[in-house]
């Protein structure tokens, strides 16, 4: 296949076409990688465009969300419910499985434009990913489903609360399942799905979004921190548990940071190659 610029359409009865907000998107994205180019490759524009890199958030949305936000904080605090930080966790997890779908939806015009290849192999996809990530999503979940049955089995099981605390611990432990299911299709997704790829250059641009997707949709810091009732609930739990949660949520936000430090140098510059004109 030819490797050509980006139609800049304004028709909106041309979806497979990247936008121009997307074109302006991919030449910010490429930019901070030391490739400067004015009409970035169509499939670039479509896979990289379709991420919003570089593109200022909507108002609207973001007074949205924080109205949103302090009502919900209100009404909980209020109303002393179980399961807060478990609401959290699920709504962090919903809106960024939201944001990876829309994404797909581009993914599958940019797939229409190369031939189908065969999956990524599971040990390429790993390196491209990063072990420090994978580490994370181990300790995240594995090691959140140790502190939920200690949770369970140190909580009292009566006491001046007003609701049982293991209404509270099947909550949290329910939100951890979900937030792994979430995780569970994105990093599926950048494991083993196939190379969108014309050239070379393209196939290294397929590496760096693999690996920056799974930090970008899946926050597993985030999940550790609310998803875990010991720093959640209303009581006072055992120091060691305590000191074990907290111990828990630093080792995970410390290995995906290293894993997000890590890929950011690696892909700091682009090598030569075409990517647009």
Partial sequence: MIVREPALPVDPRLP????????????????RRG???????????????????????????????VVVGWVFSRLTAVLDVPGRGAAVAVAF???????????QHRERLAERLV??????????????????????????????????????LVAPRFGDYRYPLWVDIALSTAALAGCAGAAAV???????SPVIAEDETSRLVDAVLRG???????????????AVPVLMMAWQPPVL????????????????LTGWLLQRHRYRRLPPGFYGR
């Fill in 16 to 31: 497979g076409e990247p936008t121009m907000l997307e074109v302006g998107s991919t030449r910010l994205w490429l930019g």
């Fill in 35 to 65: 490739v400067r180019v004015w009409l970035p490759t169509r499939l670039l524009a479509l896979r990289i465009g379709a991420r919003g890199f570089g593109l200022p958030n909507r108002p609207v949305q973001i007074v949205i969300g």
């Fill in 93 to 103: 997890a919903v809106v960024q499985l939201v944001r990876w779908r829309r994404v």
């Fill in 115 to 152: 031939p189908a290849g065969p999956p990524l192999p599971l040990r390429a996809g790993a390196r491209q990913v990063g072990w420090a990530y994978l580490s994370a999503v181990a300790v995240t979940f594995v090691g959140g489903a140790v502190l939920c049955a200690a949770t369970f």
């Fill in 186 to 192: 994105v990093l599926g997704k950048a494991l083993r």
């Fill in 212 to 226: 920056e997707d799974v930090y970008r949709y899946t926050r597993c810091a985030v999940y550790a921190l609310f």
């Fill in 241 to 256: 548990l305590e000191l074990a949660a907290w111990g828990y949520v630093a080792v995970v936000a410390a290995l995906e």
